[in-house]
């Protein structure tokens, strides 16, 4: 059964800190795998995509990373803000040449940023 | 105003009753989505379209109705609403299959 976990369900944090947030999933064929935030009350904003061939990509102070091979993705935040509190969202997409109806989304990851 | 907009934005209902949630884009993508979102469960696709008259079942369909028309509205119509449809409705487009999809605002529905 295709599916994407994430852990931890929640974190909370102290501001400056760094954070990682991770993803396993059990999605074939893959096509690539994204990472969204979404803060309370509004819709997902796309941080990252990343396809097979791609290990890391850095959006400012978010990076993500990609083991293909052990279907694992990790989202790093660097030196946290107040308003990095939201939730991650890990979607993984399946491959069946270009169909869009094949987003698989975790659960996502609600993170807290403390002062 | 560019980007992608949903109407309304709150919306209370009866059981038994039609309601339609309206979702508009300006970036003339092709694809566009609609998902709900409940407490323990990730965003479900219900419906996406592929292009202007091309719609296609997500994950869950049922209950739920949508039309395309033109290229920049995708609504989505509860044609007997039924309280396990209270949830957070969003509308989605992209341009292909491999970019991005920019997400709406949302849409909170509750039926009573």
């Known amino acids: 059964k295709n599916q994407v976990e994430q852990s931890p369900q929640s974190l909370i944090i102290l501001e400056g800190k760094n954070c990682t947030l991770q993803?396993?999933?059990?999605?074939?064929?893959?096509?690539?795998l994204r990472w969204y935030k979404q803060d309370t009350g509004r819709g997902p904003v796309s941080l990252t995509i990343m396809t097979f061939s791609e290990n890391t990509k850095s959006n400012g102070r978010y990076t993500a990373t990609l083991d293909a091979d052990t279907k694992q993705s990790s989202l790093h935040i660097t030196a946290s803000q107040l308003s990095d509190s939201a939730s991650y969202i890990c979607?993984?997409?399946?491959?069946?040449?270009?169909?869009?109806?094949?987003?698989?989304f975790g659960k996502g990851t609600k993170l807290s940023v403390k002062p | 105003d560019a980007g992608i907009t949903q109407s309304p934005r709150y919306k209370i209902t009866e059981t038994g009753r039609q309601v339609t949630l309206m979702c508009h884009q300006t970036w003339s993508h092709s694809y566009m989505f609609w998902y709900r979102q409940d407490l323990g469960h990730g965003l479900r696709l219900i419906y996406y379209?592929?292009?202007?008259?091309?719609?296609d079942k997500g994950e869950v369909p049922d209950g739920y109705v949508v039309s395309r028309s033109k290229t920049e509205n995708f609504p989505l119509t509860l044609e007997s609403a039924t309280r396990s449809q209270t949830s957070v409705y969003f509308c989605?487009?992209?341009?292909?299959?491999?970019?991005?999809?920019?997400f709406g605002p949302g849409t909170r529905l509750t039926v009573l």
């Open positions: 989605a487009s992209s341009e292909s299959d491999v970019r991005e999809q920019f």
């Open positions: 993803c396993n999933y059990t999605v074939s064929p893959f096509s690539n």
């Open positions: 979607v993984v997409s399946l491959h069946y040449g270009g169909s869009q109806g094949n987003l698989i």
């Open positions: 379209s592929a292009a202007a008259d091309i719609t």
